[in-house]
């Protein structure tokens, strides 16, 4: 089999995977709320307070490029426990400090630690399910991760109000070990350099009690378990620092390029218009901070929604081409994706929510530049919220099925181009609107994706025979080794 994990424990692993990476959205958006208060306390101005948004972007960006390659070389559970590591002792020395060097220092190591978590859970999940089904285990893990920016506005503006700015990080410490203790005994090490499909025992030091449950089932099942084939694994693995630059590498492949570009700029969209809400909400609707977050919930709830719906969907479409060009689809058994069309499977299922998405980008603007009544703009949001995220985990489904073996890095390359076009997105909006108007600016963004969406046709009309090259050259570089 692909995995020896039962259904229902692999459940229980992408619980505990969707709840760690619900750090890193809700940790950048928790945040928005006490700007203002943080910079009146610390006694320095506005913009250099936004430094440490950028800050936070860029690191949320970077750091995953060298937790994913370290995570597919080493293992999935020691890169985990080094990230909640990180996130746990920025976020205790956030809320003890009063200075502002110290703020923009532990919001970057903040960022690194809880970044990290979302290229490792779509590793994982490439690691125990086959394609045939990664779209509903996909979508189940990104939930928390694109609920956590509408709900981190209303959880930070409703603690410091009442609280103070410091509880914000508090809160985070106190979730950070409510979540390390479960993940602790049963997230499993999935790493299959280092346990294969789930059969060879991890290192000693990697066991959880999820480990013993399946030994004890293997054993009923009359199976031995392979101890000594994991003594000759220890012994010829050796522990290398992270290297960022094989994730790069895939940022600048064909294979994955183009479609990371056109995602990165529908990423720009999402975040510009997250970025105008505070602002222009405040201005048209005379809203108050605490009421501006309440704002964001529309774009969580959308989220969610992709979430329980989009995976069935994008698994039904990969079963519809196997079936067409007589692919197997047993369960649990890899299938080799050389000679699939697997850019089309998944990408005609983004091309109809990436235009609605569009559409719903200019219509909010223009919505919010009139003054129409909120329910028209929130409505919106909604639909913007649903698209997006659907879109975007297509996207990471397909970035999964295509660098079989380097999941955690391929998820890296995608945060990369997402965060750091959407840095700038972020950092540009509000210029924008100053100049050609809130309409225009969303109109602008919209009106990119739909002018670059070719992109998307030439990836599923030319993808396969990329992959095939890239696969050919790599097994005659293997053999003149």
Not at 298 to 311: E, N, Y
Not at 347 to 365: D, N, R, S, W, Y
Request: hydrophobic share 45%; proline share 5%; aromatic share 12%.
């Amino acid at each position: 089999p692909y995995s020896v994990f039962t259904h229902n424990e692999k459940k229980i692993i992408t619980l505990c995977l969707g709840a760690s990476q619900f750090f890193s959205p809700i940790s950048s958006a928790i945040y928005f709320p006490s700007l203002a208060a943080i910079a009146d306390d610390l006694k320095v101005s506005s913009s250099l307070i936004n430094l440490t948004l950028t800050t936070f972007l860029i690191m949320q960006g970077l750091a995953p490029a060298f937790v994913g390659g370290f995570s597919d070389t080493s293992g999935r559970r020691p890169a985990y426990f080094v990230c909640f590591i990180i996130f746990l002792g920025a976020n205790i020395g956030l809320a003890i400090q009063n200075n502002y060097v110290a703020l923009m220092v532990l919001r970057a190591f903040q960022s690194a630690g809880s970044s990290g978590t979302v290229a490792l859970a779509n590793a994982v999940v490439s690691d125990m399910v086959t394609s045939q089904e990664r779209g509903v285990y996909v979508s189940w893990v990104s939930v928390p991760s694109q609920t956590g920016t509408s709900l981190g506005p209303v959880i930070g503006g409703l603690l410091s109000q009442y609280l103070g700015w410091h509880s914000i990080f508090w809160f985070l410490t106190i979730c950070t070990g409510v979540v390390f203790i479960p993940c602790a005994f049963l997230l499993v090490e999935t790493g299959r350099k280092i346990v294969d499909n789930g059969t060879i025992p991890p290192p000693r030091l990697r066991r959880c009690y999820m480990n013993t449950r399946v030994e004890k089932r293997l054993i009923a099942l009359g199976q031995s378990i392979p101890y000594d084939k994991r003594d000759e694994l220890a012994r010829t693995r050796k522990m290398r620092f992270p290297n960022p630059f094989e994730t790069v590498k895939i940022v600048f492949t064909r294979e994955a390029g183009f479609i990371l570009f056109y995602i990165g700029i529908l990423s720009c969209g999402y975040y510009a218009v997250i970025a105008l809400i505070p602002n222009q909400f405040g201005r048209v609707y005379n809203f108050n901070q605490l009421h501006i977050s309440f704002c964001y919930l529309p774009l969580g709830f959308g989220a969610f929604s992709a979430g329980l719906v989009r995976g069935r969907i994008i698994d039904s479409r990969y079963k519809h081409h196997a079936k067409r060009l007589g692919f197997s689809m047993e369960y649990n058994r890899y299938v080799d994706l050389t000679d699939f069309p697997i850019e089309r499977a998944r990408l005609e299922v983004a091309v109809p929510t990436i235009a609605l998405g569009c559409a719903c980008f200019i219509g909010f603007g223009w919505m919010v530049q009139y003054q129409v009544h909120l329910a028209g703009p929130l409505i919106f949001l909604f639909v913007i919220g649903f698209c997006v995220s659907a879109s975007m985990n297509t996207v990471a489904v397909l970035l999964v099925d295509m660098f079989p073996g380097r999941a955690g890095s391929a998820a890296a390359a995608s945060n990369i181009v997402r965060c750091w076009l959407g840095a700038g997105a972020t950092s540009g909006v509000e210029p924008m609107i100053k100049k050609i108007g809130i309409g225009w600016t969303t109109t602008f963004f919209g009106g990119l994706i739909v002018v670059l969406s070719p992109i998307l046709w030439y990836v599923m009309k030319k993808g396969p025979g990329w992959r095939r090259e890239a696969k050919e050259r790599k097994e005659k570089e293997a053999a003149a080794r």
